[in-house]
């Protein structure tokens, strides 16, 4: 059985840092993308970051882009979202998603979500 579970999320003031991680279980994903969307109160899940195998196949929302970093450990079936300059509106309930196809930022092209970890920023 496919588990993702993530863990790093919490309360912060704006311009704080913090790292999510998402350790996955049941089958090796270094093959395939693995990704992080986000869902805040009242407002539909939106894709933040992917990455496939290669450093090089990375996708960023144009809202984080400089200011988050996706990246994986193979060896640990782990990939992570190194998340600086927070702001306000960065608050919403972050989940890691694995997918079985292409590197993607459409939500429905995953097929694997963990349980989501809270990121509030306070302003």
């Known amino acids: 059985q496919v588990q993702l579970v993530e863990s790093g999320g919490g309360l912060v003031q704006a311009g704080d840092s913090l790292r999510l991680s998402c350790a996955a279980s049941?089958?090796?994903?270094?093959?395939?993308?693995m990704g992080w969307f986000r869902q805040a109160p009242g407002k539909e899940r939106e894709f933040v970051a992917a990455?496939?195998?290669?450093?090089?196949?990375?996708l960023y929302a144009d809202s984080v882009k400089g200011r988050f970093t996706i990246s994986r450990d193979n060896t640990k079936n782990t990939v992570y979202l190194q998340m600086n300059s927070l702001k306000p509106e960065d608050t919403a309930v972050y989940y890691c998603a694995a997918s079985l196809g292409p590197l993607s930022d459409y939500v429905g092209n995953y097929n694997y979500w963990g349980q989501g970890t809270q990121v509030t920023v306070s302003s």
């Open positions: 049941g089958r090796t994903f270094s093959a395939y993308p």
């Open positions: 990455i496939r195998w290669s450093p090089d196949n990375i």
